[in-house]
């Protein structure tokens, strides 16, 4: 049983910072993480992924320079992963359910594609006040 869970999520003044972890565990044949957000209404967004490894990250246009992906390379069990989201310079159009997700993806383009991912987090809510 794979399962994912988010911190970090809260209220943030615009121009703050905030730190999103996701608890990765169990046995699973996923290679990517990556990060979402939604809001009501409104479909997934993509934010960041990172490949298994470290060495591939991809982050959407509107948080490059403002939001980092990482992951904990400190753990050499696959059963047990960590994948952070630092975000800074934090706007209100940042706000959102942060939502984490695992899957095993062929292709880089597929970082981005909500569908290509098995596995999500329960989400927490970021929100920035103007």
């Known amino acids: 049983q794979v399962q994912l869970v988010e911190s970090g999520g809260g209220l943030v003044q615009t121009g703050g910072s905030l730190r999103l972890s996701c608890f990765a565990s169990?046995?699973?044949?996923?290679?990517?993480m990556g990060w979402f957000r939604q809001n009501p209404g409104k479909e997934r967004e993509f934010v960041a992924g990172i490949s298994w490894s470290g060495g591939t990250t991809d982050s959407a246009d509107s948080v490059k320079g403002r939001f980092t992906i990482s992951r904990d390379t400190r753990s050499r069990d696959n059963a047990k992963n960590t994948v952070y989201l630092e975000m800074n310079s934090l706007k209100p159009e940042d706000t959102a359910v942060y939502y984490c997700a695992a899957g095993k993806l062929n292709y880089y383009s597929d970082y981005r594609d909500p569908t290509k991912y098995d596995y999500w987090g329960q989400g927490t809510q970021v929100t920035v006040s103007s």
């Open positions: 169990g046995r699973t044949f996923s290679n990517v």
